[in-house]
């Protein structure tokens, strides 16, 4: 892992929310749950930036609490994906979304600040942002070419992919895996969960035509 990469598996789901620092930039990516163990990985610096790859419940866990201590940090989220509490708590079809909903995720994302919304291509820092829809509508991934790092969020794990059944499209999710797929081997994979994997790897085990 690249020295200016921090990795912090949070919450129930075993989310990892990553902690990237540059100079200028210091982003927070998916602070799924844990809050004090979040803001303890700071060092007592303040991000400038704090990124959802997309809104579901275990990638928002402490996501208010990062922003009422950082307010000067941005909120950024693709501007395809659905904000309102039924999509960020899972509510609408998943078991566990409701056990979470019943914990009070609804206070977690109240009053939330308007985000930056992103679009494919944009630049923030050091990434160029991809939308990639499949896990949801409006997913994105963040690729650092200079530091050959995707932060791929739920749609890219090390061996398999976001689930589609969430509100997301299981055709749209195969574009975008291609999509991303094509990007060099050499490109280190920085996924939602489980453990890193790398462009190669994966491209190797899909057996996709990408090229």
């Known amino acids: ?32 749950d844990s809050f004090m163990r979040i803001d303890s990985a700071l060092e007592g610096s303040v991000p400038t930036h704090v990124i959802l790859t997309h809104s ?20 950024c989220i693709g501007e395809h994906e659905d904000l309102s509490y039924d999509s960020m708590a899972g509510v609408a079809q998943s078991i566990l979304g409701r056990f979470f909903a019943s914990r009070g995720y609804d206070k977690r994302i109240s009053d939330l600040p308007s985000p930056l919304l992103l679009k494919d291509g944009d630049t923030l820092g050091p990434f160029t942002v991809f939308h ?11 690729y650092d070419e200079a530091d050959r790092a995707l ?14 059944d969430l509100g997301g499209d299981e ?7 291609k999509r991303i797929l094509a990007l060099p081997e050499d490109v280190t994979v920085y996924p939602g969960h489980g453990e890193i994997t790398s462009i190669g790897e ?7 035509s990408v090229l």
């Not at 990639?132 to 963040?142: D, K, M, R, V």
């Open 1 to 32: 892992m690249s020295s200016n990469i921090r990795s912090l598996s949070v919450g129930l789901l075993q989310t990892n929310c990553y902690i990237v620092k540059t100079s200028g930039f210091l982003g927070v990516i998916d602070p799924g």
């Open 132 to 142: 990639t829809p499949g896990h949801t509508s409006g997913s994105i991934c963040l």
């Open 151 to 164: 932060f791929s969020g739920d749609t890219l794990f090390y061996h398999s992919y976001g689930r589609c």
């Open 56 to 75: 579901h419940f275990d990638h928002i866990g402490a996501l208010k609490e990062l922003l009422d201590k950082y307010p000067s940090a941005v909120f």
């Open 202 to 208: 994966e491209r190797s085990f899909f057996g996709l």
């Open 171 to 177: 055709t749209q999710m195969v574009e975008s895996l």
